[in-house]
């Protein structure tokens, strides 16, 4: 096996937990599990991030680090980071999606149905959802910052900025990649 398999296989694992705890925090279940996920992803993002060498992904874990850190040695004792983290792991989901297409045959129906869920599961929990969760000034996140005036605030706030925009940037090349896709498939029809 090569490094993107084991990549892979750790992304999908982290992937089908963020899912786990998605579906969990919905029933008020999954509070321990939302606690220590992001540390794991924490030990995941500082190991890609020394093997990776993408500067766009260098700059998402470096991100996600910094808000790993905020949320868990700033407001540890803070009851709102259980919610907080949850916005961020349900990011992940569509990463799910991104990742299980290596296992597709490509050009296939299930191929595309995959590729059109990546793209609607980008949109709705990198985009749409992080904004109007950490973006958007009356944001819970804002609260929580307030709780904490140092220099772990800024660095947080560093951090979601940086995810958003990233996600922004990847959404235009996803939009360019789904655009040539459909009019691929519309000629073949």
């Known amino acids: 096996m090569q490094l993107q398999d084991y990549k892979n296989i750790a992304t999908l694992g982290i992937c089908s937990v963020s899912l ?3 579906i969990l925090h919905q029933y008020q279940l999954a509070n ?7 540390l794991c992803m924490g030990v995941y993002f500082a190991v890609d991030l020394v093997a990776n060498p993408s500067i766009e992904y260098r700059m998402h874990h470096t991100a996600s680090l910094g808000i790993i850190g905020y949320l868990y040695f700033c407001q540890s004792n ?6 907080l983290v949850y916005h961020f792991v349900k990011t992940e989901i569509s990463t799910f999606f ?15 149905i995959n ?16 904004y109007q969760n950490t973006i958007r000034p009356s944001a819970e996140i804002y609260t929580v910052l307030q709780l904490n005036a140092g220099l772990g605030k800024w660095i947080a706030l560093a951090g979601c900025y940086t995810l958003y925009t ?3 940037y990847w959404f235009t090349i996803i939009n360019r990649h789904l655009y040539k896709d459909l009019c691929t498939y519309k000629r073949t029809q």
């Open 20 to 22: 786990l705890a998605c």
């Open 32 to 38: 321990e599990l939302l606690r220590a996920f992001p």
């Open 78 to 83: 803070t009851s709102g980071v259980e919610s």
């Open 98 to 112: 991104l990742v299980f297409r290596y296992y597709l045959p490509k050009g296939t129906t299930l191929y595309r």
């Open 115 to 130: 590729n059109y869920l990546f793209y609607a599961s980008f949109a709705k929990f990198r985009i749409v959802d992080l």
């Open 166 to 168: 990233l996600n922004l």
